[in-house]
């Protein structure tokens, strides 16, 4: 059993042999399958249920598919901000954000801006959606 919640993303993609975490994969797929769950008031900004967001973080770690069809879009979005919430190191390491900074020079900053920019504009939807779309688009 590999386990899912608070591991190596790097190790655990390497032994999965997956491209994105199984967590992510059904919680954004059933968030997107869904119009009601993207319109969702508060949808990354009101807490789940902590007891359902634990239950279901047991039964990922322990190697379990789980249906998440039923389940309220809150403890999906819970379940996306537990899963990087525990993850050792973030998405964008110190080290990495350097390597872009070197890259990229001023171009990432600017780069940076011009997402908030578009993000402000995009007010009406909810933002980690966006978020979301654009870290998982192809």
Do not use: W
């Amino acid at each position: 059993i590999v386990k899912l919640f608070g591991a190596d993303l790097r190790e655990y993609l390497a032994q999965m042999q997956v491209e994105i975490p199984i967590v992510i994969q059904d919680c954004v797929s059933i968030l997107m399958e869904n119009e009601e769950h993207l319109s969702e008031e508060g949808l990354f900004r009101i807490s789940a249920d902590s007891e359902e967001l634990k239950k279901y973080k047991k039964l990922y770690n322990a190697g379990k598919r789980v249906d998440l069809h039923s389940v309220d879009p809150h403890c999906l979005s819970g379940l996306i901000k537990m899963y990087l919430r525990e993850l050792p190191d973030p998405l964008m390491t110190y080290k990495l954000f350097k390597l872009f900074k070197e890259a990229y020079g001023d171009y990432i900053y600017t780069h940076i801006l011009f997402v908030k920019f578009k993000l402000l504009r995009a007010s009406k939807k909810n933002i980690y959606i966006i978020i979301i779309r654009q870290i998982f688009s192809r």
